[in-house]
């Protein structure tokens, strides 16, 4: 199945290609496997590392009441796991670990029923856009600084509160 980036590619190419005089071929990324460390994202977002990534940062800070930059700690601390020898090395097993990130161990990474709701069109953007920040290589001060832990609640050391969510090492 070819992502839906990719089609819109192809097919503005195939429009372009049929106003042109000469034929142009078009270049296509290689594949990438789909379960990829964090040194491997940074070099080239995949559209589905960016969707996980975006539901993991909606399922801890959905809704419009936390900030941008409360979002993009919320995601380094995601990817920080995956660099953390403590915890799996993908960012899929990461989100999927037991006990962590509400259901996605019994359900998959997968949107929470409420982004479905119209009125969580934006907070659900919001993710998506985070999210692709974060792989692109525009952080937060916590990535890459052991910062492994954020909840409703204290845990870890050397940790700090910010629109309700604690953040720690």
């Known amino acids: 199945m070819i992502p839906a980036p990719v089609m819109h590619v192809?097919?503005?190419m195939a429009l372009l290609c049929s106003l042109s005089l000469e034929p142009v071929k078009p270049i296509l990324?290689?594949?990438m496997p789909p379960a990829m460390t964090v040194g491997a994202?940074?070099?080239a977002p995949e559209p589905d590392?960016?969707?996980?990534?975006?539901c993991g940062i909606y399922q801890e800070a959905g809704g419009d009441e936390c900030s941008d930059d409360t979002r993009r700690k919320v995601g380094d601390v995601m990817l920080n796991r995956v660099e953390d020898s403590r915890f799996p090395d993908t960012l899929e097993a990461v989100l999927t670990a037991p006990g962590q990130y509400g259901r996605f161990s019994k359900t998959g990474i997968v949107w929470p029923e409420r982004a479905k709701n119209p009125g969580e069109k934006h907070a659900v953007e919001r993710a998506y856009r985070i999210a692709s920040e974060l792989l692109s290589g525009q952080h937060s001060e916590l990535f890459g600084q052991g910062y492994v832990w954020q909840?409703?609640?204290e845990q870890g050391t050397d940790g700090f509160?910010?629109?309700g969510l604690y953040f720690g090492r």
């Open 10 to 12: 192809l097919a503005t």
């Open 161 to 163: 509160w910010q629109d």
């Open 29 to 31: 990324p290689e594949p």
């Open 41 to 43: 994202v940074l070099t």
């Open 151 to 153: 909840a409703e609640f």
């Open 49 to 54: 590392l960016v969707e996980m990534l975006a």
